[in-house]
């Protein structure tokens, strides 16, 4: 018998709780008049089909950002580290129908393979083309194939089983803000 075997007890809490582990990204993308617009969004994931790779992000309601999505099938994914937590929260309390996104410094540049906006700040940044999406109500869901991925210099890693999340200081969300503090280990230093 192994004693390190584990058993909770639970209650059932009702499904109107919506705590959800989810990490922080902010959605670039561009406006009709050729100006970028950014908006966090925390409802992303991953998936994959052979050797490709896909970010599957969802967006409700009718945000300018989900528009664009619509229109250019094309958006950047910028990675929300701790230092960046002010610019999210800005971006997530001022509305592109409000005006123009302002009133903090960031700064802007160009995807190197698509026409999409990615913040200067950001540590890992995915360009994304949209395969498909699934409306289930006022939610869309996307699933976007990865075309780049822009990665901070000063990450040093061998592959993708081997980026240090603590390096990244994500900022994680499941209703409030967290952080990540350390590194556990590798698949199979547990068995």
């Not at 109107?16 to 989810?22: A, D, E, G």
């Not at 967006?59 to 664009?68: H, V």
């Amino acid at each position: 018998m192994n004693e390190k075997a584990i058993t909770r007890t639970r209650k059932s809490i009702g499904t109107h709780f919506s705590m959800c582990v989810q990490p922080s990204f902010i959605i670039g993308t561009n406006n009709e008049d050729g100006s970028y617009n950014f908006a966090p969004i925390t409802w992303v994931s991953a998936a994959c089909e052979k050797d490709d790779y896909f970010i599957v992000i969802s967006i409700f309601g009718t945000k300018r950002t989900k528009q664009n999505i619509n229109r250019t099938g094309v958006f950047s994914a910028n990675l929300v580290s701790v230092d960046m937590l002010e610019l999210m929260d800005y971006f997530g309390t001022h509305h592109a129908a409000n005006g123009n996104k302002d009133d903090v410094s960031y700064t802007v540049s160009k995807g190197e393979i698509l026409d999409v906006p990615v913040l200067g700040a950001s540590r890992w940044v995915y360009e994304c083309i949209v395969e498909k999406s699934v409306d289930i109500g006022e939610s869309t869901t996307y699933f976007c194939r990865i075309k780049n991925v822009q990665a901070d210099e000063n990450l040093f890693f061998k592959d993708t089983y081997d980026v240090d999340l603590t390096k990244l200081e994500p900022v994680i969300y499941s209703g409030m803000y967290h952080s990540i503090g350390e590194l556990l280990g590798k698949i199979g230093e547990f068995i």
